[in-house]
């Protein structure tokens, strides 16, 4: 059965497209010119820009500059699309043209249609017009950075709660295994003993000030160029519609929000994408480090660390029965290393700017989005089926703790570098501990033995005993 058709025009000349679509001419040619990757706009980005055109409507109405007939049909649709009722009728490809014109003119079609309906029209006749209403005063040269900003802005808010998370069930286990003492470990070799739990503090910590970083390049994204039109200027604007418009968008969208102290710059420069690309890069490079950590500290279960237990999720092999792996911490460095990658992509793309604007906006925006996107999904689940679930193998670990060769650095105030050095070679050759060597030689008294041991001794800044001082004295 033929599909019925619609005529519209634009510059370009006429064109058939879908009766029943909400998008018009120019989404049609774009989605012809741009077959890349099947992969459409995120819904945030979309409910973004409904946002944005929802705020202009209501500054341009509130100035007399579009009558409120077809201003207040404008507001309904915007809404209509911030809300996300027509995502089906957003399908320009995520790699386009430049500046994002395609995705821009797919929202004012959107709109436009919507408010003739609205207004008792048939779609295509557009009694409320693309440019002429749904973008006065605008330009996809201001509303593309600024729907581009506040759609990270919407999709971090996401992200924060399960970073949180992450950070808090960390803190958790840093406490809950404060007691388990093994081995430390630098170069891959044999370090000083530490805690299990000070290991787990220090991941917990590291996630806190990734969340702070992120929260510190995000604010970079709150000043806007709306209002700049074309080349930051604010030709066809109204004097007061740059103010008024950023702060309905700030009310409406519950995000804070202030005019660009440069209008000019801020069609320029993308660097604030490239702050929080970057805030978000070294979050992944944080999780790679830990998610590579925990995959190696539960190495085994016979011929590896296995000092922590990760919770059995699921078969591990097609070929070796009874095989578990590390899934979610190679998931975590997985969906990492594609952030990694989105980073570089979001560089080059801010750094591709030309005069008075950078025209490599809809890749930023999607790699953002997509790193914001998956990092929150893989937070959330790395830490409640992965981190949450983690046990000490107390056994493995304090038997770590007493053989690691690094023991003998707790000597060293007792009977000096040289002498400590001895025992080492000779339990590296003999298979025997530090302490045991050092009883033999009568090097040190039990009591100091004892003391030497103690966990908190072992592993804080305390000062050497009151005996190694007196000895100190004899030399």
């Not at 802005?153 to 924060?160: A, C, F, P």
């Not at 290991?199 to 590291?206: H, I, M, R």
């Not at 604030?272 to 085994?300: Q, T, Y």
């Not at 981190?387 to 060769?405: I, K, M, S």
Request: hydrophobic share 45%; proline share 4%; glycine share 6%.
């Amino acid at each position: 059965m033929s599909t019925a058709m619609r005529q519209e025009k634009d510059s370009i000349g006429l064109k058939e497209i879908p009766a029943r679509v909400y998008y018009g001419v120019q989404t049609a040619r774009a989605v012809e010119n741009y077959p890349i990757s099947g992969m459409r706009a995120h819904p945030t980005l979309i409910r973004a820009f409904g946002l944005v055109k929802k705020a202009a409507a209501m500054a341009n109405k509130d100035l007399g500059v579009v009558d409120a007939k077809r201003a207040d049909a404008i507001i309904q649709a915007a809404s209509e699309v911030a809300d996300g009722k027509w995502n089906n009728e957003f399908v320009v490809d995520v790699f386009q043209a430049g500046a994002g014109v395609s995705f821009h003119m797919n929202t004012n079609e959107v709109i436009a249609n919507r408010a003739t309906e609205l207004l008792g029209g048939k779609l295509g006749e557009y009694l409320v017009h693309p440019n002429d209403h749904v973008n006065y005063g605008q330009s996809t040269n201001d509303i593309f950075p600024t729907g581009m900003r506040l759609g990270a802005l919407l999709e971090m808010e996401k992200l924060y709660p399960v970073l949180e998370h992450l950070a808090t069930a960390l803190e958790s286990k840093g406490k809950e295994f404060d007691k388990v003492m093994k081995s430390g470990r630098t170069h891959m070799q044999d370090a000083v003993p530490i805690r299990l739990g000070q290991e787990f503090a220090a991941y917990g910590l590291a996630i806190r000030k990734c969340i702070a970083s992120i929260r510190s390049a995000a604010d970079e994204l709150r000043e806007l160029g709306l209002g700049g039109s074309a080349v930051g200027t604010g030709i066809n604007t109204h004097p007061d519609y740059r103010v008024k418009a950023i702060k309905v968008l700030s009310e409406i969208s519950k995000q804070r929000l202030s005019p660009a102290a440069d209008m000019r710059w801020a069609m320029q420069s993308n660097w604030p994408m490239a702050e929080v690309s970057s805030a978000l890069r070294n979050l992944a490079l944080e999780i790679i480090r830990i998610s590579n950590d925990l995959r190696m500290i539960s190495s085994g279960p016979n011929t590896g660390f296995a000092e922590v237990n990760l919770p059995a999720l699921q078969p591990g092999s097609s070929i070796m029965p009874g095989k578990i792996n590390p899934v979610m911490p190679e998931l975590a460095a997985m969906v990492s290393f594609q952030v990694v990658g989105n980073d570089v992509s979001v560089a080059l793309a801010v750094q591709a700017g030309q005069l008075e604007l950078n025209v490599m906006m809809p890749t930023m925006s999607y790699n953002v989005m997509q790193s914001i996107l998956i990092l929150t999904n893989m937070v959330q689940v790395f830490t409640d089926r992965c981190v949450a679930g983690l046990t000490a193998n107390e056994a493995r670990c304090n038997f770590y703790a007493q053989a690691t060769v690094s023991l003998a650095t707790a000597l060293n105030p007792y009977i000096g570098y040289a002498k400590a050095a001895e025992i080492v070679k000779e339990s590296v050759a003999t298979g025997r501990s530090i302490i045991d060597i050092a009883r033999e030689k009568k090097l040190l008294s039990e009591a100091e033995i004892a003391e030497i041991l103690d966990p908190v001794r072992m592993t804080e800044p305390v000062m050497p005993l009151a005996s190694a001082k007196a000895r100190d004295k004899k030399v």
